[in-house]
């Protein structure tokens, strides 16, 4: 997708606002509008942090180092805007753990500290140290792994022996790399890798600077591409876009179910209430680097502007038009301005812990055993987003949405995908 | 099938054939009633007696007592992340093995008060850290402090019960049976308390399918028995027996509809499990021991596609978002 393109479909969506009643396939186009423009703006930020993470390497530094870093931190806030078409549509369901699968065993990738652990019952890669070891044996299979490519990460060493947490690519691998293991947790600071893992000859610090460099320029290449592959997905001819329109009902389902599972299941239960309850600084969703807030706070502002159908991109232009918003209002105005104010209830929560965390509470300090406030900051956020699920659900409802194929199992088959 | 489930859902009211009254009166009540109580006797059981032997029986009685009920993920049961804590399964990262052992080197003393005791990782707490105490063998001399550590358990899994059967009892159960009347607040309208209780049935059924079952299943190439929930204590069959009779009286007391399909699957089910000799699912590691279980988890795909299909149209409603929603 060009920029020209989108520039041209926003202007067009600006202007052909209808005044009488809204139709599905309008609110739709606006849907996969809104999707093209965080897709490419995801892959805008990832090649500025790729050339970053190349400036980098070519002349390590503290200076290029921060750098790179920043620009990891620029490239999350797209990206996370985009999660709120997970779960709805399979295509991006399927292909999002290459960029952003999560938590991670990242002794597969480095060196870690010894308090890490070795193998676990669960994963017996779990301290492989790839950057350490040009050849391994995997699940019965010797593995030449001398030469770090693309395919070794993505087709080798993602999800290797079958086991979710061997993460080898995306943001989590990139933000690993970077930053190092969160060593204090849950007292202040992130990950803390000196610049000198990266340094050539006698300076280089904990072992083998060149493949760990090698590892680094390939997980950022991996992710431009991936990005790039999931762009080319909702332009005017893309498969997901395809998918969206091909029967409103069923489009209009995809777009609530992503708002509900991501508010419910994904954000709210799995990133923010299980670490409350472990007291456990790894289950922070950026642990490495100690963004976390800025990752939650993205993926409800995400929500918001996929339901109000209005998406403002990196460069400030505005991608709007018609929304979910007005369509349930057609059929239930109650309901639909109950959601609005119950998203913008969530959204103002997820910033009262960026606040926090700006202030000098970081997120992994909110969740130490004897955090009172900031447990009360999570937890707040967190039942603020189950109270706009109940809402979700019932603008499901008003609209009337039934099962589209009951022949199948959605909830089983597809069970982040239970409306479809 | 779809059409003629259309034709039927235009005929009936929406939701007639619901009783949520009926399902909370003679399935949920009851259920949380028998889980309080055993609870209850397995940690005044430790008071008296905190030796492994003498607990096992009495966890063994109030884990069946939960799973009795397991999967209705909500109303009390989700506050304080009380469900969490009850039942921490899967642990992916092995958190709640970690923290015990933890506990158990450093002496930590944090386990000498009840409010010290709920400070803990919710991995390390409920019927899964308990199950490490009880049936790992790197926990088995542990002297007082191991004592300590399973009464304090006990007693914090007892208190969590009895609370959650309190506020069911004293509020929350008048709140569902009350669903749509003009003052409630949570339930707007009848249909979303039988909602409720419909996702409950089938997140239940997924939960066993996915988890129960198809963790230690995983694929044909790489089967995982260490992965089964409850393998130590060879409890892996018998929780998808008990899972599936709570869910079938769940079925049963919120429906008078005719559901033969749904029926006929869960007798298979029983029918096959009544077969299967295989308590930790350790069988699954070789391919005819393997097969049994898959032949399992087909029965309960049977049942959950049954009851989306014979119940949704018939209740009026779908299915609505359910915590393993996420990833």
């Given at each position: 997708?060009?920029?020209?393109?989108?520039?041209?479909?926003?202007?067009?969506t600006?202007?052909?606002?209808?005044?009488f009643?809204?139709?599905?396939?309008?609110?739709?186009?606006?849907?996969?509008?809104?999707?093209?423009?965080?897709?490419?703006?995801?892959?805008?930020?990832?090649?500025?942090?790729?050339?970053?993470?190349?400036a980098f390497?070519?002349a390590?530094?503290?200076?290029?180092?921060?750098?790179?870093?920043?620009?990891?931190?620029?490239?999350?806030?797209?990206?996370?805007q985009?999660?709120?078409?997970?779960?709805?549509n399979p295509i991006?369901?399927?292909?999002?753990?290459?960029?952003?699968?999560?938590?991670?065993?990242?002794?597969?990738?480095?060196?870690?500290d010894?308090?890490?652990?070795?193998?676990s019952?669960?994963n017996?890669?779990a301290?492989?140290?790839?950057?350490?070891?040009?050849?391994?044996?995997?699940?019965?299979?010797?593995?030449d792994?001398?030469?770090?490519?693309?395919?070794?990460?993505?087709?080798?060493?993602?999800?290797a022996?079958?086991v979710?947490?061997?993460?080898?690519?995306?943001?989590?691998a990139?933000?690993?790399l970077?930053?190092?293991?969160?060593?204090n947790?849950?007292?202040?600071?992130?990950g803390?890798?000196?610049?000198?893992?990266?340094?050539?000859?006698?300076?280089?610090?904990?072992?083998?600077?060149?493949?760990?460099?090698?590892?680094?320029?390939?997980a950022?290449?991996l992710?431009?591409e991936e990005?790039?592959?999931m762009?080319?997905?909702?332009?005017?001819?893309?498969d997901?876009?395809a998918?969206?329109?091909?029967?409103?009902a069923?489009?209009?389902s995809?777009?609530?179910?992503?708002?509900?599972?991501?508010?419910?299941?994904?954000?709210?239960?799995?990133?923010?209430?299980?670490?409350?309850?472990l007291?456990?600084?790894?289950?922070?969703?950026?642990?490495?680097?100690?963004?976390?807030?800025?990752?939650?706070?993205?993926d409800?502002?995400?929500?918001q502007?996929?339901?109000?159908?209005?998406?403002?991109?990196?460069?400030?232009?505005v991608?709007s038009?018609?929304?979910?918003?007005?369509?349930?209002?057609?059929?239930?105005?109650g309901?639909?301005?109950q959601?609005?104010?119950?998203?913008?209830?969530?959204?103002?929560?997820?910033?009262?812990?960026?606040?926090?965390?700006?202030?000098?509470?970081?997120?992994?300090?909110?969740?130490?055993r004897?955090?009172?406030?900031g447990?009360?900051?999570?937890?707040?956020?967190?039942?603020?987003?189950?109270?706009?699920?109940?809402?979700?659900?019932?603008?499901?409802?008003?609209l009337?949405?039934?099962s589209?194929?009951?022949?199948?199992?959605?909830?089983?088959?597809?069970?982040?995908?239970?409306?479809q | 099938?779809?059409?003629?489930?259309?034709c039927?859902a235009?005929?009936?009211?929406?939701?007639?054939s619901?009783?949520?009254?009926?399902?909370?009166?003679?399935?949920?009540l009851?259920?949380?009633?028998?889980?309080?109580?055993?609870?209850?006797?397995?940690s005044?059981?430790?008071?008296?007696?905190?030796?492994?032997?003498?607990?096992?029986?009495?966890?063994h009685?109030?884990?069946?007592?939960?799973?009795?009920i397991?999967?209705?993920?909500?109303?009390?049961?989700?506050?304080?992340?009380?469900?969490?804590?009850?039942?921490?399964?899967?642990d992916?990262?092995?958190?709640?093995?970690?923290t015990?052992?933890?506990?158990v080197a450093?002496?930590?003393?944090?386990?000498?008060?009840p409010?010290?005791?709920?400070?803990?990782?919710?991995?390390?707490?409920?019927?899964?850290?308990?199950?490490?105490?009880?049936?790992?063998?790197?926990f088995?001399?542990?002297?007082?402090?191991?004592c300590?550590?399973?009464?304090?358990?006990?007693?914090?899994?007892?208190?969590?019960?009895?609370?959650?059967?309190?506020?069911?009892?004293?509020?929350?159960?008048?709140?569902?049976?009350?669903?749509?009347?003009?003052?409630?607040?949570?339930?707007?309208?009848e249909?979303?308390?039988?909602?409720?209780?419909?996702?409950?049935?089938?997140?239940?059924?997924?939960?066993?399918?996915d988890?129960?079952?198809?963790?230690?299943?995983?694929?044909?190439?790489?089967?995982?028995?260490t992965?089964?929930?409850?393998?130590?204590?060879?409890?892996?069959?018998?929780?998808?027996?008990?899972?599936?009779?709570g869910l079938?009286?769940?079925?049963?007391?919120?429906s008078?509809?005719?559901?033969?399909?749904?029926?006929?699957?869960?007798?298979?089910?029983?029918?096959?499990?009544?077969?299967?000799?295989?308590p930790?699912?350790?069988?699954?590691?070789?391919?005819?021991?393997?097969?049994?279980?898959?032949?399992?988890?087909?029965?309960?795909?049977?049942?959950a596609?049954?009851?989306?299909?014979?119940?949704?149209?018939?209740?009026?409603?779908?299915?609505?978002?359910?915590?393993?929603?996420?990833?």
């Amino acid at each position: 997708m060009t920029r020209t393109f989108l520039s041209a479909f926003a202007a067009t969506t600006l202007v052909a606002l209808p005044a009488f009643a809204l139709d599905k396939t309008d609110v739709l186009t606006n849907y996969a509008n809104i999707a093209a423009a965080k897709y490419e703006d995801s892959l805008i930020t990832a090649k500025a942090l790729q050339a970053e993470i190349d400036a980098f390497l070519a002349a390590p530094s503290a200076e290029t180092l921060a750098a790179a870093r920043n620009a990891w931190r620029v490239s999350r806030v797209p990206y996370m805007q985009s999660e709120v078409y997970r779960f709805g549509n399979p295509i991006v369901d399927d292909w999002e753990g290459r960029v952003n699968a999560w938590p991670l065993d990242e002794g597969l990738i480095d060196y870690v500290d010894a308090t890490y652990g070795g193998a676990s019952d669960e994963n017996e890669f779990a301290a492989l140290n790839v950057i350490a070891n040009p050849t391994f044996s995997l699940s019965g299979q010797e593995i030449d792994a001398t030469s770090i490519t693309g395919s070794l990460l993505s087709d080798t060493l993602q999800e290797a022996d079958g086991v979710e947490a061997n993460v080898a690519t995306g943001y989590h691998a990139i933000e690993f790399l970077l930053w190092g293991q969160d060593l204090n947790g849950t007292d202040a600071g992130a990950g803390d890798r000196p610049w000198t893992d990266y340094a050539t000859g006698d300076g280089c610090t904990n072992g083998n600077c060149d493949r760990r460099a090698d590892y680094l320029r390939t997980a950022a290449q991996l992710l431009v591409e991936e990005l790039g592959y999931m762009t080319d997905q909702w332009t005017t001819n893309g498969d997901a876009r395809a998918a969206v329109l091909a029967d409103p009902a069923a489009g209009v389902s995809m777009m609530l179910t992503g708002m509900g599972s991501l508010s419910y299941g994904e954000l709210a239960g799995q990133r923010m209430k299980l670490g409350v309850l472990l007291n456990d600084p790894e289950e922070e969703h950026d642990c490495f680097s100690d963004n976390t807030h800025f990752s939650h706070y993205y993926d409800g502002v995400g929500i918001q502007n996929v339901y109000l159908g209005s998406y403002t991109r990196i460069d400030g232009s505005v991608v709007s038009g018609a929304s979910l918003h007005d369509l349930v209002a057609q059929t239930d105005a109650g309901i639909a301005g109950q959601l609005s104010t119950d998203i913008a209830a969530s959204v103002a929560d997820l910033n009262a812990i960026v606040d926090a965390a700006q202030n000098g509470m970081a997120y992994d300090m909110m969740l130490a055993r004897d955090n009172a406030q900031g447990e009360a900051l999570i937890l707040g956020a967190v039942d603020a987003l189950v109270v706009q699920t109940r809402s979700i659900e019932r603008a499901v409802a008003a609209l009337n949405l039934t099962s589209i194929d009951l022949e199948g199992s959605d909830s089983l088959d597809a069970p982040d995908a239970v409306f479809q | 099938m779809k059409y003629i489930m259309s034709c039927i859902a235009a005929l009936t009211a929406s939701t007639a054939s619901a009783d949520v009254a009926r399902a909370v009166d003679d399935y949920i009540l009851p259920g949380y009633a028998t889980f309080a109580q055993t609870a209850t006797t397995l940690s005044e059981g430790a008071t008296s007696d905190c030796t492994i032997a003498a607990m096992r029986p009495a966890w063994h009685d109030a884990f069946d007592a939960w799973i009795n009920i397991s999967h209705l993920h909500f109303g009390p049961i989700e506050q304080d992340g009380r469900a969490v804590i009850i039942a921490f399964w899967p642990d992916g990262r092995s958190a709640g093995v970690r923290t015990l052992a933890r506990l158990v080197a450093t002496q930590d003393d944090v386990i000498s008060t009840p409010e010290g005791t709920a400070q803990l990782s919710a991995a390390a707490r409920g019927f899964y850290a308990l199950e490490y105490l009880l049936f790992d063998p790197q926990f088995d001399d542990t002297g007082a402090y191991g004592c300590a550590l399973r009464r304090a358990l006990a007693a914090d899994l007892a208190n969590i019960a009895t609370q959650v059967t309190d506020a069911w009892q004293t509020g929350y159960g008048a709140t569902l049976r009350n669903a749509g009347a003009p003052d409630n607040q949570i339930y707007l309208t009848e249909r979303e308390g039988v909602q409720a209780l419909f996702t409950s049935l089938l997140a239940g059924l997924e939960f066993d399918i996915d988890n129960r079952l198809g963790r230690p299943l995983d694929t044909f190439e790489r089967p995982r028995p260490t992965r089964a929930e409850n393998w130590r204590s060879e409890r892996s069959q018998h929780n998808i027996l008990i899972s599936l009779q709570g869910l079938k009286s769940l079925k049963d007391t919120l429906s008078d509809a005719q559901t033969p399909v749904t029926d006929a699957a869960f007798a298979r089910a029983f029918a096959k499990l009544e077969q299967l000799d295989d308590p930790a699912f350790a069988n699954v590691a070789d391919p005819q021991g393997r097969f049994k279980v898959e032949v399992l988890q087909q029965t309960l795909r049977d049942i959950a596609v049954a009851a989306e299909v014979e119940l949704s149209d018939l209740l009026g409603v779908q299915a609505g978002f359910n915590a393993a929603d996420g990833d």
